[in-house]
């Protein structure tokens, strides 16, 4: 199996990326789109997964958190799983509800031993109930969760290991955290288990000013291009893993002309390949 090279499948998008599956390897769905849609929707949604590989994606189901992930919303993933049958399905190391209290938006949590197991628990669940464990995602944050005793690198990599599960990792997310807390990304990426790399997320953000000061933080919006930080750690992730990779790239808004996201998968495809030569180079070098 060769490394995979996909989009984000968004209704503005749809006409360009089913021009171009020539181009295009795999499309990723956000699952909770498809819960309560309709016949038709749900019907155009087989149609495309006949056409080209479908991931799902999930964004509420708050994993990452003491709190018991809800089965009714594990129900409704296992139902979508079972008729779509997608390539893999994936959810957010986040939170995103707290005392039946919707947030509305994907929350770090407390980086802890009790967010470890309560991640763990979710993930047995998730595991039960839809039949299959999903990638597990990092997340960007714009404030250092207080109460933290771990570092992110280290509370990812334990909750894989305690869930025996495998990573979504999301670029431009930890590149963000990394400039937002100045942390080393290539260190987190060290810290990582190489064989839990399973798929990549690539996306773009842009710098806002803090009100309370004048500091600066990256925001992950996904409404810009990818940067080319993000290009750059895609390439160390190259030479650091020998197994086939999915790489999504993510647009939510802003769209540019189909032909410039084709060009950032190609530079996806191209910072990939030269991560992989350099590995081989190594290997080579080693061996002799």
């Known amino acids: ?15 360009g990326i089913l021009t171009h599956l020539d181009r295009i390897d ?28 479908v991931a799902l994606h999930g964004v509420t189901l708050g994993l990452a958190s003491s709190i018991p992930v809800e089965l009714n919303r ?49 993930l047995a669940a998730a595991n039960a109930i839809v039949g299959a464990l999903p990638l597990v995602e990092n997340i960007a944050t714009l404030i250092d969760p207080p109460g933290s005793t ?14 025996n599960c495998e990573l979504l990792l999301d670029l431009h997310n930890l590149y963000a955290n990394s400039v937002n807390f100045g942390f080393d990304p290539y260190h987190f990426i060290d810290r990582i288990p190489q064989e839990t790399i399973r798929a990549i997320h690539l996306a773009g953000g842009r710098w806002i000013n803090a ?25 160390y992730i190259g030479a650091k893993t020998s197994h086939p990779l999915t790489v999504i790239l993510e647009r939510d808004g802003r769209y540019p002309p189909i032909e410039v996201l084709l060009n950032q998968l190609d530079r996806a495809r191209g910072a990939l390949r030269r991560g992989r030569a350099k590995q ?4 080579v070098s080693e061996a002799a």
């Not at 980086?111 to 991640?119: E, L, S, Y």
């Not at 771990?150 to 869930?163: F, P, V, Y």
């Not at 009100?211 to 992950?220: G, M, N, Q």
């Not at 081989?280 to 290997?283: D, I, L």
Request: aromatic content about 6%; charged content about 30%; overall charge negative.
């Open 211 to 235: 009100k309370a000061s004048d500091e600066r933080r990256l925001l992950d919006d996904h409404l810009h291009d990818v940067p080319q930080a993000v290009y750059d750690l895609l390439e």
């Open 150 to 163: 771990l570092s992110e690198a280290d509370w990812t990599r334990d909750i894989l290991a305690a869930a």
């Open 26 to 53: 795999i499309v990723e769905v956000i699952a909770d789109d498809y819960f309560d849609a309709g016949r038709s929707k749900r019907r155009a949604l087989k149609t495309l997964a006949n056409q080209v590989p």
């Open 280 to 283: 081989q180079t190594k290997a």
């Open 74 to 122: 594990l129900r409704q993933t296992a139902r979508l799983v079972e008729e779509i049958q997608p390539e893999f399905w994936s959810e957010h190391l986040a939170f995103v509800r707290g005392g039946a209290i919707e947030i509305g938006h994907l929350a770090a949590p407390p980086r802890t031993a009790a967010t470890i197991d309560g991640a763990a628990r979710n």
């Open 1 to 15: 199996m060769k490394d995979r090279f996909g989009l984000g499948w968004r209704p503005e998008l749809a006409a």
